[in-house]
């Protein structure tokens, strides 16, 4: 079901200018059910050249309803219907201005010719409304008034529903989905099909075969949807453009998903991957030992080089941990990092610092404490087994812990003969540790559950 819509304004820009006319015909996907046509009063002065090219002057609408008076008209024809129209996103982004002005949210799927024409019609020159129309000896009988150029995009989306059948036999989800009509023409749609409902790692890939993107999810089907239907950024759009395949391998747990997408996007580096590394985990907490033997502390931004003991998304973040620590701890703020002074922090002038700043506790007293900050940063357990649900019933995954560092994961059937743990040991591939890692599974263990911890 569509509605096939067209309109005329005053300017370009749908933040600024008001729709002159507006044209929408129903479309059963067969032949046309219904038609609204009408001039629209745009409250405002039509620019001279907009009526050289459109026809429509000041006094032919100075009569005609205000968009309020055709608002629920076009809210009724258009309800539960696909939003057809040729280059949608001009047409469409007025209307929900129109609407947002009036305190509605005016929402609904679209389906764009332009793009849908590309998919389907390859090889065009171009594909403006008057261009493509020529090629395909469709006659518009009112060019730029709304009605010639909707019945003109009626004609359009005819043919295009009998090539998409043509080509595939029924009616693809290419006419169904607004979505994939934005597609690059070299995705196989009836892939995206037989993506499954699970957690896993996924894989796009441009035209050279290049591989550009690696992301992870719970439900792979919802998430690659997601991406092909992203229309928020001009980044977002400009890779979904790219897209010409895609891989995937399910996981069964998200937690292998998260583990297996941190290792593969700082082994591959996609394109469209690096401004989320940029953006990840960039401030770290440090410690050292400074030449009186006291432990010290200090948070800063993460280089190549630099090992910190834990990792954060912002330095606010970073700094807000530490002086808890500070707190927790009774640990100085000049060994903190905190406070900068030749002489006594702060904390020692209220009574809280018992002296390591000026030398009037020991090293020892004083790193008997600090030391227990590192351990906020390491697994309370050091040999260990995380168990987690498997990719079929029978199979469970399992990521090993060595000495309180990652050793790596892998899968296991819980019906082999001579299961044991002997049996998770040997299922296990090696992996080397990183921050990101150690971030990754205390967050997941903090906020979901597992099947069970086996510790050895």
């Not at 399992?398 to 082999?416: E, T």
């Not at 001579?418 to 998770?424: C, D, E, M």
Request: aromatic share 10%.
């Amino acid at each position: 079901m569509y509605a096939i819509v067209d309109i005329e304004t005053t300017g370009g820009s749908a933040r600024n200018e008001r729709i002159t006319e507006i044209a929408v015909y129903l479309h059963d996907g067969n032949e046309v059910t219904g038609e609204f046509v009408s001039l629209v009063n745009p409250e405002r002065n039509i620019p001279y050249f907009i009526t050289n090219l459109t026809g429509i002057t000041n006094e032919m609408v100075e009569n005609a309803p205000h968009f309020y008076e055709i608002a629920r008209k076009l809210i009724e024809m258009t309800e539960g219907r696909t939003f057809v129209a040729h280059n949608a996103r001009f047409d469409y982004s007025f209307i929900r201005q129109e609407y947002k002005s009036l305190g509605y949210n005016f929402k609904r799927s679209i389906l764009d010719t332009v793009a849908l024409s590309r998919k389907l019609m390859p090889g065009h020159s171009s594909y403006s409304l008057g261009n493509i129309c020529k090629d395909l000896d469709i006659s518009i009988t009112a060019r730029h008034r709304a009605a010639g150029d909707a019945l003109a995009t009626v004609r359009l989306l005819e043919l295009l529903i009998a090539r998409d059948i043509e080509l595939n036999g029924v009616r693809s989800p290419l006419i169904r989905n607004s979505r994939i009509s934005k597609l690059n023409p070299r995705l196989d749609i009836a892939k995206i099909e037989n993506i499954p409902e699970e957690p896993g790692i996924y894989y796009f890939y441009n035209e050279k075969g290049d591989l550009i993107y690696i992301g992870k999810s719970r439900n792979l089907q919802q998430r690659i949807s997601t991406h092909l239907s992203n229309n928020t950024t001009n980044r977002a759009m400009e890779m979904r453009d790219l897209i010409a395949d895609i891989d995937w391998e399910p996981t069964g747990s998200e937690l292998i998903a998260l583990l297996k997408e941190s290792f593969e996007i700082k082994l591959n580096k996609p394109v469209y991957n690096r401004a989320q590394r940029r953006t990840g985990f960039q401030w770290g907490i440090f410690s050292f030992f400074d030449q009186n033997g006291y432990i010290n502390y200090r948070y800063g931004q993460i280089n190549d080089d630099s090992v910190p003991l834990s990792v954060f998304t912002s330095k606010e973040k970073t700094k807000s941990k530490l002086v808890s620590l500070v707190e927790n701890f009774s640990l100085c703020q000049k060994l903190s990092g905190l406070y900068e002074t030749d002489g006594a922090c702060f904390h020692y002038q209220v009574g809280i610092c018992k002296g390591a700043c000026i030398g009037k506790e020991s090293p020892g007293d004083y790193n008997e404490r600090a030391s227990k900050v590192t351990e906020e940063f390491v697994f309370t357990r050091r040999n260990f087994f995380i168990i987690d649900r498997g990719r079929d019933g029978e199979e469970r995954c399992a990521v090993k812990i060595i000495n309180g560092k990652y050793a790596g994961y892998g899968y296991f059937n819980i019906n082999d003969m001579g299961f044991g743990l002997s049996a998770v040991h040997e299922c296990i591939k090696p992996s080397n540790d990183n921050n990101d890692i150690h971030v990754i599974l205390k967050q997941y263990l903090k906020h979901n559950r597992v099947e069970k911890i086996i510790e050895f």
